[in-house]
């Protein structure tokens, strides 16, 4: 009898362990009802480099099992969304009702989107929930008017000079790096000798981008000729509107206050480096005492025919005392200024350069801030 009773225990058991669960994944997620920003018909002149965004926002999707949602902004050419342009994942991993989109990458969206250049185009966009493989777009669409800018689509944080025509010959490793000055904006002092070639890379290594200057336009791929005289110049690359200028510097000199003219001459002494060695200083004397007030003066031209002009650089302070031994290095940076007798002057130390043979120099390297020294020798 007991026999019987576990036989039939374990037969009730085995009944209950064929009860079935459904151990899958809830994957329903609803749509996006409502999207927030940007507005509908937003017209976007697309602002080339720089960190310039557009905020995107909606209302949030519900998942059925109550977990994350993740979503995606969809970019399409029409209202369809069969196979969008591009997609952006939200913020915060995707799972934020939010997404912050960079103007850049929006201009890369609308390239992919048929608008070329300086053109204008529509984007439709709309918003993707999604929970696992279950993708929902939402209903809601908007759309926004593009102008796309007429620089690069993908701006350099990095340009470099290389070429025969350079200080530093063919080889990519001896390529001279541009300073930057701006998001997508670079400068370079240096030299070109006559008679070499020139171009501008992204990169030192492996196989770089490369831009040349035709009339006053960057572009990509191809080197340039250098026909004039062997030259210092300055190069202005502007990636954002894909324009170039090249400056010839015809001389730096000392501008003396107190004579309110050039007094020494500098000489180029390749990279990015212009010296007056043994230079005497003799500073005039006056009844308040010595007056050693200066700056420097550029002569430059801007090519096709145009005259030479002047340019002015000295000290960011309107006034100055003399320089010691301790006066911090910024003291004698090089900032753009006007050509005003006695402003935005340094001094010499008359204690230290007067009457004595002094180096000065002035070094407009891209990997430092633009200074100068004057050394007693």
């Not at 997508?184 to 240096?190: H, I, N």
């Not at 090519?303 to 960011?316: I, L, M, N, R």
């Not at 935005?344 to 407009?364: A, H, M, R």
Request: charged share 15%; net charge negative.
């Amino acid at each position: 009898m007991r026999r019987i009773l576990y036989i039939s225990a374990f037969l009730l058991l085995a009944a209950a362990c064929k009860k079935s669960y459904n151990y899958g994944l809830d994957q329903t997620v609803s749509a996006v009802s409502t999207l927030y920003a940007p507005q509908d018909s937003l017209f976007l002149s697309i602002t080339p480099g720089g960190s310039s965004v557009v905020e995107f926002e909606w209302a949030p999707a519900q998942a059925q099992d109550g977990s994350l949602v993740q979503y995606e902004v969809a970019f399409d050419t029409t209202k369809a969304f069969k196979n969008p342009v591009f997609t952006v994942a939200a913020d915060n991993t995707g799972q934020g009702t939010t997404a912050t989109i960079s103007q850049s990458t929006i201009n890369s969206i609308a390239k992919m989107a048929g608008i070329g250049n300086l053109d204008t185009g529509k984007l439709y966009w709309t918003v993707f929930s999604t929970k696992g493989l279950n993708v929902v777009p939402s209903s809601k669409i908007r759309m926004m008017t593009v102008v796309r800018p007429a620089g690069f689509d993908v701006i350099p944080t990095d340009v470099y000079l290389t070429g025969s025509a350079t200080e530093g010959g063919t080889t990519l490793s001896g390529a001279i790096h541009f300073k930057s000055t701006a998001a997508g904006v670079f400068e370079l002092y240096t030299s070109l000798k006559n008679g070499g070639t020139y171009q501008f890379v992204n990169g030192t290594t492996g196989t770089p981008l490369t831009y040349f200057i035709q009339g006053p336009n960057l572009k990509l791929g191809g080197s340039n000729t250098y026909t004039d005289t062997t030259a210092q110049v300055r190069f202005n690359l502007d990636f954002n509107n894909a324009v170039a200028t090249i400056t010839v510097i015809r001389s730096v000199d000392v501008w003396y206050g107190y004579y309110d003219n050039v007094t020494y001459h500098l000489t180029y002494n390749g990279n990015s480096t212009w010296i007056d060695n043994n230079q005497l200083i003799n500073e005039p004397t006056e009844p308040w005492g010595p007056e050693e007030r200066y700056k420097f003066r550029f002569t430059v031209n801007d090519g096709g025919g145009a005259q030479d002009s002047y340019e002015w650089y000295g000290s960011s302070a309107g006034d100055n005392s003399e320089p010691t031994a301790t006066t911090a290095a910024t003291y004698f940076y090089l900032t753009p200024v006007t050509s005003d007798q006695w402003n935005n002057c340094y001094k010499f130390s008359t204690p230290l350069d007067n009457g004595k043979l002094n180096n000065i120099e002035v070094f407009l390297q891209p990997d430092a801030p633009y200074t100068h020294t004057v050394t007693p020798q």
